[in-house]
């Protein structure tokens, strides 16, 4: 399994690699040695736009990201790591928690009455409570996708 750490500077990566499924990490502000130290210990690669820190490491599972925009760094990581097949839209973009069904009633009155009106299938992060539907920004978050991995 691929699992990501991204350094303060990657933010924006973090949020599209959850969104394809990939377990990733995001936690600002972290010292180099915390980040390091908490990589080696979950198995997960480094992602960093910090030379020094990759270069200074020995901790293997470090990949130095070049560009500055997300949509050059998400080309980036697909060509210097080899991602698996992932499942889109299913973790937390905001904690990375991985999202459950929930029951349409239950979200009643914690979504626009529009939204409950439209949908009939729910997701929920168990940790942070944020509540997900399929809604027209799923549709455009996988074209634009599409778009940037091409």
Known sequence: MT???????????????RL??????FQCPISDTELIRRAQLEGRIILTRDKHLADKTLWEAIVLIENKSYKEQLKEVGR???LPKST????????????QSIVREEVRGLVPEEVYATYEKFYTCPVCKKIFWQGS???????????IIR
């Open 80 to 82: 210097k790591v080899r």
């Open 88 to 99: 889109p839209f299913s973790r937390c973009l905001e904690c990375n928690t991985l999202i």
């Open 20 to 25: 394809q499924g990939f377990d990733t990490i």
């Open 137 to 147: 920004h799923v549709q455009n978050s996988k074209k634009r996708l599409r778009m």
């Open 3 to 17: 699992r990501f750490l991204c350094d303060e500077q990657l933010g924006r990566l973090a949020k599209w690699l």
